[in-house]
């Protein structure tokens, strides 16, 4: 099948793509101190040469004192990160890329000894303790007000740096989806109980944005059903309570869906062969990136099971046929990237044969 679909180019209002292929997020951990360096740069600048229309960075941590969980994470707050930032900008956009930064909070993850303050615990929409010892702050109003505002500013310094628009990260178990989950979140107050007000912090923070930047810079949200604690958790069980959960944050100022999956040939919901990305795209009438295991024959978590495992190039037939129905807009690669920057380049001239495969220690460095 032809892979002319992935390389058409995509517009949507002053966001234009060269191709559909977008640059998954994936937390690598390579920025000492929370400043992207010189391998970074490159790291970013050889997939736009290669023919990647959108890099969505890493998860880059907004400016609260408990969004990061990780070492050697990207920071997106203070002048040396940002300076940092506006480096990769500018080398993907000399290649004729597209970037936006990943805003990320990991919420109730963390745990007390992380940088870049040691002391400072997990914040989630409820308190917990360990041992008698307070182990994640339960948010306050004025807390949730404070993390809508480092978003803003966040959003704000990516137009200033001139990123092409933000992704929120609101998916996998990090603070945004903390708050959806009824075991995560058990408030008692505007941001608990059904899941449209479980919603609103999302919401709001998604506005506090769209505020900030105006109404023509792009605004994408990820989001996911799944968990990393439970790959067989659903948040809604069926389309019409998936389409009454999207309406309101596409109401409050996301452009395109980033639907997380882990394989993206699966359907979504019985009686329909719709994945999660055509089912939003379906039921809001926004664009949509499906993302998992794209162009592999394996899973990420069999890597992290199996540190032997070694991930082949897969097929594209089944992904082309779904975009070239328009069941999606655009398809976000992530391993196959990570191994492989150029990876665009072999499948559109058509040397599969030459794409690298992917194991455990491609996760061991930058290339």
Request: charge should be negative.
């Amino acid at each position: 099948m032809s892979v002319a679909a992935l390389f058409k180019p995509f517009h949507l209002g002053a966001l234009e793509l060269p191709t559909r292929v977008v640059m998954a997020p994936m937390t690598r951990s390579f920025s000492p101190g929370g400043v992207p360096n010189s391998k970074v740069i490159e790291y970013y600048r050889r997939r736009a040469a290669a023919g990647v229309g959108l890099i969505i960075t890493e998860g880059t941590t907004v400016g609260h004192q408990a969004a990061n969980g990780y070492p050697n994470v990207p920071h997106f707050y203070g002048e040396a990160a940002l300076a940092g930032w506006k480096k990769v900008v500018d080398a993907v956009h000399a290649e004729g890329g597209r970037i936006v930064p990943q805003l990320w909070h990991v919420g109730n993850v963390r745990r007390k000894g992380t940088e870049p303050d040691a002391s400072v615990p997990g914040y989630g929409p409820m308190e917990k303790l360990k041992d008698g010892q307070v182990v994640v702050h339960g948010m306050t109003l004025q807390d949730i007000q404070d993390v809508i505002a480092a978003f803003a500013q966040a959003a704000l310094d990516a137009q200033r740096i001139g990123m092409d628009g933000v992704e929120i990260h609101g998916a996998h178990g990090y603070l945004i989806d903390q708050f959806f989950w009824e075991g995560t979140n058990q408030r008692t107050d505007e941001y608990g109980g059904s899941l449209a007000n479980r919603s609103r912090f999302a919401i709001e923070l998604i506005q506090a944005v769209r505020a900030a930047v105006g109404p023509q810079f792009p605004i994408i949200f990820r989001f996911s059903q799944w968990k990393q604690q439970d790959y067989s958790a659903r948040l809604v069980q069926d389309a019409q309570a998936l389409g009454e959960f999207l309406q309101p944050l596409a109401d409050a100022g996301v452009d395109i869906f980033h639907c997380s999956t882990r394989r993206f040939w699966e359907p979504e919901f019985q009686g329909s062969d719709l994945n999660l990305a055509g089912w939003t795209r379906k039921l809001t009438g926004k664009p949509t990136i499906t993302v998992g295991s794209v162009g592999l024959d394996g899973e990420f978590l069999q890597f992290m099971v199996n540190t032997d495992k070694v991930a082949q190039p897969a097929s594209l037939e089944k992904l082309l046929e779904r975009l070239n129905n328009n069941e999606f807009d655009l398809v976000a690669v992530g391993r196959a990237l990570l191994v492989d920057p150029d990876w665009a380049t072999k499948v559109r001239e058509g040397r599969e044969q030459d794409i690298l495969p992917f194991s455990r220690e491609a996760l061991m460095s930058l290339v």
